[in-house]
């Protein structure tokens, strides 16, 4: 959790990684992709809503103008341009995971069937590793440019007016502001757990539809 601008790019990039985690389900194409995200859906909903919206709130409250990385003048930003952000904000996550999915389990399942003489059965699951490792790799590399575009924005904290017309009044990010410093390694720490503990209860959540598949077998045991 750093600036909003990164944070929106970084929450995709969260999602893409955290849908790896979501368990396989024996369903195919859209009735996997349902049945994966109602897996990953409570976890999800409790990282971003408890966690990541919470630490972006509290970072936007120590330095208002720097985590809009200076971009919105302060009359500018409204309170129906924050509500927007921030509620797209707590998307990102979400977004990057079920974007992912879909990459993995809708698009992958229609491009396989002109692979399938070259690449046998696993060619759904292959196809799906590579758009979802592109999509990755797209979020990391705009996380970048954006990153090293903004360098100036991100090493110096103030008013925007002060980033805009008289730098010298601006603090050094860390020695010059040690409490919003404080908070950025706070709340990134607790993010950190968040996603840990997220990526576990995903990876541990049997699907509905494999929960039917191994209901019948399970009965036919004596």
Known sequence: MITLPLSLLVGLLLGIVLSRFAPDSSA???????????????????LTLCLWLPSSLLVYQEA???????LVSPD???????????????????????????????????LSERWQ????DDAPKQIGRLLCGL?????ALGLAAVTMLGVERLA?????????????????????????????????LMVLIGVLFA?????GHTPRASQSAIEPASASLP
Do not use: Q
């Not at 999509?135 to 979020?139: E, P």
């Open 28 to 46: 195919k194409s859209t009735l996997r992709l349902v049945d994966r995200l109602r897996s990953s859906l409570v976890p999800l909903l409790s």
């Open 76 to 110: 500018r930003a409204t309170p129906t341009l924050l509500a927007g952000l921030f509620t797209l904000l707590t998307l990102s996550v979400p977004l990057g995971l079920m974007g992912a999915l879909i990459c993995e389990d809708v698009l992958s399942a229609r």
């Open 135 to 139: 999509l990755g790799l797209l979020c």
């Open 64 to 70: 208002p103008d720097w985590s809009l990385m200076y």
């Open 156 to 188: 110096w904290v103030g008013s925007f007016a002060d980033f805009h017309d008289g730098r010298w009044l601006l603090a050094a990010l860390g020695t010059g502001t040690p409490r919003l410093f404080g908070v950025l390694v706070i709340t990134n």
């Open 117 to 120: 003489k070259r690449l046998g």
């Open 199 to 203: 990526a576990r209860a995903i990876a």
